[in-house]
């Protein structure tokens, strides 16, 4: 059995959620935690902060979803190269 597309399949998985990774981390400069805490800010500065944070939110959530779904897809791959090599050398006598 040939391996090569579900590796390269599962590393898509992996660098998308790389990206995603560097997507919050851009999105997340734009945050200001302190504007939360001074009663005094701006309407402007509130919608904009309530923007970054649901777009955070957003983010944050296909990102779990993305990593979930790549660790599990990793270790099946890996659990099905394992029992064919054991299946293999069962047969093989090796």
């Not at 040939?2 to 597309?5: A, G, L, S, T, Y």
């Not at 919050?24 to 999105?27: E, P």
């Given at each position: 059995m040939?391996?090569?597309?579900y590796l390269v399949s599962w590393a898509l998985l992996a660098v998308t959620v790389l990206a995603l990774f560097v997507w919050?981390?851009?999105?997340a400069i734009g945050e200001d935690d302190n504007l939360h805490l001074v009663g005094g800010a701006s309407v402007?500065?509130?919608?904009?902060?309530s923007?970054?944070?649901?777009k955070l939110e957003l983010i944050d959530r296909w990102g779990k979803i993305a990593t979930v779904v790549t660790?599990?897809?990793?270790?099946?791959?890996?659990?099905?190269?394992?029992?064919?090599g054991w299946v293999q050398?069962?047969?093989t006598g090796a």
């Open positions: 040939n391996f090569v597309p919050r981390k851009a999105v402007e500065k509130n919608a904009a902060q923007a970054v944070a649901q660790i599990i897809y990793g270790l099946i791959l890996g659990g099905i190269y394992m029992w064919m050398n069962r047969y």
